[in-house]
């Protein structure tokens, strides 16, 4: 089936370390993005990307890296330097950006809860 | 600047009861996307409809219904004939420019988290 995957749902990290977040999809989309959301709260955008080997800061960049080497992969580091990294991440992806009007709804994967312990 | 207000924090309601969740906008753009999208338990968002500015028409799909009025910058939501699994939190959001976000970023609203009970 086609989807956004994310791993894994559940990852504890200890105060100074990176960890990353993966995040996989076969739907053939160029852009693909990373927002976290925090209780009670709407989403905010940390990276995007909209093509292989380019991706842009979102609101949120701060204390994270990406990558995107693979048209299909977008994974998400959350280092040391983020102060307050307990929250639920969701990857998305879209046709592409700056596509006509029929194209670029965002779908979503299901996510992936970081608790730092 | 560009703000999506969900004035409802938390709505409960008996199934078969109807509710509508309303969306507040703000934007300077005349290109503009309104979304909603459901996320159950589980977490996922998923992605149940997408409207432009300039397509006013109400539009039903099943139970669910869509009131988009740009003199009001409203976008509300209306289930019908609610059911348990309607329980979840639903957000709306916006994305500015031509071709429906020239940065991909949705402006999300907080969420307004539907209770429907038996």
């Known amino acids: 089936d086609g989807g956004i995957t994310q791993s894994p749902k559940y990852l504890f990290r200890k105060e100074g370390q990176n960890v990353t977040l993966s995040c996989e999809q076969n739907?053939?989309?160029?852009?693909m993005y990373w927002y976290r959301q925090d209780p009670g709260q709407g989403l905010r955008l940390i990276y995007y990307?909209?093509?292989?080997?380019?991706?842009q800061k979102g609101d949120i960049a701060e204390g994270y890296s990406v990558s995107r080497e693979k048209k299909e992969s977008f994974p998400l580091t959350v280092t040391s330097a983020q102060k307050n990294p307990t929250a639920f991440y969701l990857c998305?992806?879209?046709?592409?950006?700056?596509?006509?009007?029929?194209?670029?709804?965002?779908?979503f994967g299901e996510g992936s809860w970081l608790t730092v312990v | 600047a560009q703000k999506v207000t969900q004035a409802q924090t938390e709505i409960s309601v008996v199934e078969k009861e109807d509710v509508t969740l309303d969306c507040v906008y703000e934007?300077?753009?005349?290109?503009?996307?309104l979304f909603w999208y459901k996320q159950p338990p589980s977490g996922e968002l998923v992605f149940l409809i997408r409207?432009?500015?300039?397509?006013?028409q109400n539009e039903i799909s099943g139970r669910y219904s869509w009131n988009f009025q740009k003199s009001t910058s409203s976008f509300n939501f209306t289930i019908t004939a609610s059911q348990v699994v309607d329980s979840a939190v639903y957000f709306c959001?916006?994305?500015?420019?031509?071709?429906?976000?020239?940065?991909?970023?949705?402006?999300f609203g907080k969420g307004t988290k539907l209770s429907v009970k038996p």
């Open positions: 998305a992806s879209s046709i592409g950006m700056g596509t006509p009007v029929s194209g670029n709804t965002i779908y």
């Open positions: 739907l053939n989309h160029d852009a």
């Open positions: 990307s909209q093509i292989v080997n380019d991706f």
């Open positions: 934007t300077r753009d005349t290109t503009y996307y």
């Open positions: 409207r432009n500015s300039f397509d006013e």
């Open positions: 959001a916006l994305s500015e420019g031509d071709y429906g976000g020239s940065q991909g970023n949705l402006i």
